[in-house]
């Protein structure tokens, strides 16, 4: 009896531990593990760009603590607040759409590969940026950042923002157009996370829309398009005392007051981050102490 | 008398629906479905369990038990990750193991030529 009640302990024990160690490998891969991979395929409408930015220069810009103005790039961050929330809008027009760029945590493309969104920002000596669409805590969802294709595993019924040669946004469905036709079709940037909140000047989410099925109100990040070369930001802070957060619908309407004909969710929750002349402009609930979650990637306004 | 086996299973099935309400609680209204309904898996796994060991008089094995214990294990890594707002490809392993282990079990009892009295 003692022989056998050993003999079911060991089996327990090592079932147990096995089980243990598999919970942890997996954990460890979705969230800590740093995975560098390559690029797939790129385009060379990208590169074409990026010797046209590196000759251009500015003249002195006139930067408030609410708006930048060069001959190139004008902005102004217009504070308001919606459903007793603080919602940060940025009216944004360009010259040339090559000031709208995005970039990875430390110049890499690969899962678990995060750094701040101002460090990013920092690094790429960028204007203005928020947070994308942390492409790196999923493995699937296209990600096609200037004009290089890194991720082409796609989801039917995923929605994803478009960012073509001219910089208009758009909105796709991954089951209906694969990543390689985006780029052969000189796309820029692919952004992977939805839903779309306007197409068409219309808002295309409902009040009961919402990110993971929820119904809650979130601190949000979201860009859209008013017309050509002429852009607006919406950022929104959330779990606060003072910040509500706001509902995918509320923050539509938001872009639908600014005049978006397109509009666009990115990663929020812990994650939205809206950075501005060298400093983080909202307040982010994403990490411990600063409090700025670590991210995969930004989007942002810049030179470089 | 109830036996041990069916108390271990109610106690998992509690405990599971209380770790899923306390857990969603710090979800920042992200709802899990994998990890709303896992509680439901020791109950049906009990079911499963009780009806085999009256229409046979046979008991499972411990497989059969393990194969539960990984698949309420997939449900709950699958409920994590989806809150989180992330994804694994190796979840799906969970799933697989734990349904062969369980098919395992029950083609184990099919083949033994005598039912076991003890309560596995």
Do not use: C
Request: charged share 15%; no cysteine; hydrophobic share 40%.
């Amino acid at each position: 009896m003692k022989r056998w009640f050993k003999k079911k302990m060991a089996i327990v024990s090592i079932f147990s531990l096995l089980l243990i160690s598999a919970d942890s490998y997996v954990l460890l891969k979705a969230f800590v593990l740093p995975q560098a991979e390559t690029v797939i395929a790129s385009n060379q409408i990208a590169s074409e760009s990026t010797t046209t930015n590196e000759t251009i220069e500015t003249t002195e810009p006139v930067i408030t603590e609410t708006s930048y103005t060069d001959e190139n790039i004008q902005l102004t961050i217009d504070e308001q607040v919606v459903n007793n929330t603080k919602v940060y809008v940025v009216d944004i027009q360009v010259s040339d759409p090559s000031y709208l760029k995005t970039a990875l945590a430390q110049n890499t493309y690969g899962r678990n590969i995060k750094e701040a969104t101002s460090t990013i920002a920092e690094e790429n000596k960028a204007i203005l940026a928020i947070n994308g669409d942390f492409y790196g805590f999923r493995s699937s969802g296209y990600v096609l950042r200037n004009g290089n294709l890194y991720r082409e595993s796609g989801v039917d019924g995923q929605e994803d923002l478009v960012i073509d040669e001219n910089g208009d946004l758009s909105i796709i469905d991954e089951g209906e157009i694969s990543a390689q036709e985006l780029l052969d079709s000189g796309v820029q940037q692919v952004l992977s996370f939805g839903p779309a909140l306007i197409e068409n000047s219309e808002i295309v989410v409902d009040t009961a829309t919402e990110v993971g099925q929820s119904m809650s109100s979130n601190p949000r990040t979201a860009i859209g398009q008013i017309s050509e070369n002429h852009y607006v930001l919406v950022v929104s802070d959330g779990r606060t005392d003072e910040s509500e957060g706001l509902s995918l619908y509320q923050l539509a309407e938001v872009f639908q007051q600014a005049g978006a004909t397109t509009a666009y969710n990115l990663d929020g929750g812990g994650s939205t981050t809206l950075y501005f002349n060298g400093q983080v402009i909202n307040t982010p609930v994403g990490g411990q102490g600063s409090s700025e979650r670590s991210v995969s990637d930004i989007v942002y306004f810049g030179y470089e | 008398m109830v036996s041990k086996t069916v108390v271990r299973y109610v106690i998992s099935s509690i405990f599971l629906f209380i770790f899923q309400v306390v857990y969603h609680q710090f979800s920042h209204g992200v709802v899990s479905p994998a990890l709303r309904y896992v509680s439901i898996v020791p109950i049906v796994g009990l079911i499963i369990w009780i009806i085999v060991v009256n229409v046979t008089h046979l008991k499972l094995p411990f497989l059969y038990h393990a194969g539960i214990v990984i698949l309420i294990n997939g449900f709950i890594l699958q409920g994590v990750l989806e809150i989180a707002g992330s994804d694994s490809p190796y979840i799906v392993f969970y799933f697989i193991v734990s349904f062969l282990w369980i098919i395992v079990a029950f083609a184990s009892i099919l083949v033994k030529k005598t039912p076991e009295r003890r309560n596995v």
